[in-house]
């Protein structure tokens, strides 16, 4: 079997060590004999992971004491519904940027008063708004930093004139983030961050508990706190899948050092993608992603789209079909992508050009 070059959307890549030490947990954790599938979380053995986890959490991004690092279940998705239930009274603002800004939106919508303050659907979310107005009396904005699907980008933490709460679930920890300009930041591990099953949230412990509804126990984020991320059962293996990750970023430079790794990548394909006649990049160039390249086949070649699917996997190169929703293609860049890997990519483009050359 060939070495496979994979651009998952998500779940995505990881590091090889952490597939290692993650097998190999599976089968002894820690030196105890015992497999990390059937240690109790009431053991000071994990309550150790769990203290080292969120130590590295802060470590890596520089979170500020007033914050707290949380871990939670559900996917992302169910801090759609966390947020609002913790945060909203009055009324709470959107930026619709895409399928995930749209879903935490219309849950948001269920819980209270919540609206887009601004859209890109009109060109189906190829660009960020910008210059947009927000109104002063917000609870919170509602921003995503990373479009997956469509793959666009909010890459520099915005100056916000109201509380800011951020859904970075595809690019967390792939650059650093100024923590100090959001109240509360979340999103599920599975992109950049580890494997499904666990979501990460950072929260600035004085946002919580303004809210006049009755919280549902595991809905409500201060229980996160006084029960140090274990009010019930935790994931544990996503959690330790997670341990290693940022223990992997931490050993690799940090998260400025994937952020260079990242910027040279994204180049290196779009720089191919306009440079090749068959494929054309879908998003505005000041606001494209480079953790989601999404690309489709040039204007008249259209018909070569799936004949590229099977060619690039011919080539070993996996993932690369967009989403459901947008179609065309997409390449997700995530950190444990490695240049190698685009370079896969970029090479097997060329030669499909060079096959159909006319
Ligand atoms: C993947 C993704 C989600 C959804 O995550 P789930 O864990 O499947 O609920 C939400 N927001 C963004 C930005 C994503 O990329």
Known sequence: MGKKHIFYAGPSLLPQPVYEEAAGAIRDFAGTSVSVLSTSHRTSLWSD??????SLWR???????????????GGASMEFLRVPMNLLEHKAGYLDTGVWAGNALREAAGIGNAFAVA????RRYSYIPHGFEIPADLDYLHITTNNTVFGTEIRTDPDCPVPLVADMSSDMLTRPVDVSKYILIYGGAQKNVGTAGVNFVIVRRDVLGHVS?????????RL??????????PPVFPIFVMNRTLHWIK???????????????????????????????????????????????????????????????????????????SGGLRASLYNACTLEDVEALTECMRTFEFKHKR
């Open 251 to 325: 050993s690799n430079g940090g998260v400025a050092e994937m952020n260079r790794r990242n910027v040279l990548k994204a180049q290196a394909l779009y720089d191919e993608i306009e440079r090749n006649s068959l494929f054309r990049a879908t998003a505005d160039p000041r606001d494209r992603s480079i953790m989601n390249v999404h690309f489709d086949m040039a204007p008249g070649r259209e018909n070569l789209l799936e004949e590229f699917v099977s060619f690039a996997e011919g080539a070993d190169i996996v993932g690369i079909r967009g989403h459901r929703i």
């Open 49 to 54: 992971m769990m203290d080292e986890t969120r």
């Open 213 to 221: 509804r009755h919280i549902p126990t595991l809905l409500d984020y």
């Open 59 to 73: 470590e890596l991004l520089g979170i500020p004491q007033e914050y707290e690092v949380l871990f939670t279940a």
């Open 119 to 122: 859209s890109s659907a009109d």
């Open 224 to 233: 996160y706190i006084d029960a140090l991320s274990m009010p019930n059962t």
